[in-house]
């Protein structure tokens, strides 16, 4: 069982940046692949970023691309998203999810955290 708690969310302005963080607990977090989903209101959770177990390996969706940065530090079960150059079709509650293997659908996800809202404002 892998319990996993985001933070960092909040209201910022069109152009700025926030950073998220994915504090995991129970199992040995190194040995699972993360993931970042959002899901805005009446709409699909969508895959956001991706990162193996070592942090090695990372891929974003294209709507990300360039201005999000997944990383982890296995040394601190954390995981993080550092998003720059936000929009307002950025607003989301952000997910973090743990899984044996790096996947890009939310299905294929173990385990969840409860969510962080994140508002960007125009």
């Known amino acids: 069982q892998v319990q996993l708690v985001e933070s960092g969310g909040g209201l910022v302005q069109a152009g700025g940046s926030l950073r998220l963080s994915c504090a995991a607990s129970?199992?040995?977090?190194?040995?699972?692949?993360m993931g970042w989903f959002r899901q805005a209101p009446g709409k699909e959770r969508d895959f956001v970023a991706n990162i193996n177990w070592s942090g090695g390996s990372t891929d974003y969706s294209d709507s990300v691309k360039g201005r999000f940065t997944i990383s982890r530090d296995n040394a601190k079960n954390t995981m993080y998203l550092q998003m720059n150059s936000l929009k307002p079709e950025d607003t989301a509650v952000y997910y973090c999810?743990?899984?044996?293997?790096?996947?890009?659908?939310?299905?294929?996800?173990?385990?969840w955290g409860q969510g962080t809202q994140v508002t960007v404002s125009s």
């Open positions: 999810a743990a899984s044996p293997r790096r996947y890009y659908t939310y299905a294929d996800y173990d385990y």
């Open positions: 129970g199992r040995t977090f190194s040995r699972y692949a």
